[in-house]
């Protein structure tokens, strides 16, 4: 087990409701929880997400915490929170990192799997 360890799980999820497609626009929410797996205290401090749309298009997201926090996790501990973004396409991705601070001074950061975002409409044809 690593010194130094967050482990992160996302669930994408479509809203219909918040999303125009006629106008292009498609608004998806994600519910992710990080876990501490590793034996020291540390602090999220900021994130960077890169968001990929269908056409290839993308766009950076970096900024101090999540949601407006930046949770100091003990070891065992897991902080969840959703958020969203917005696509020009009925699909894309994203993935990113998290930038932590342990208590004893050390830096590191947290990979986030890339991740599908999707609008459910596509069919796959055989």
Not at 68 to 81: A, D, N, V
Not at 92 to 115: H, K, L, N, T, W
Request: charged share 20%.
């Amino acid at each position: 087990m690593s010194r130094y360890a967050f482990d992160v799980q996302v669930q994408p999820q479509y809203l219909p409701e918040q999303s125009a497609p006629a106008q292009g626009l498609w608004t998806f929410a994600y519910t992710i929880t990080i876990r501490n797996t590793g034996e020291v205290p540390a602090q999220l401090v900021s994130r960077h997400w890169i968001i990929t749309n269908e056409l290839g298009e993308i766009e950076e997201v970096k900024g101090l915490g999540v949601v407006g926090q930046q949770p100091l996790l003990k070891p065992g501990e897991s902080f969840e929170y959703t958020s969203g973004c917005r696509l020009r396409t009925a699909s894309g991705s994203m993935q990113g990192s998290y930038f932590c601070v342990a208590e004893d001074g050390e830096r590191f950061e947290v990979p986030i799997p890339a991740f599908a975002l999707d609008d459910g409409t596509r069919r796959v044809l055989h």
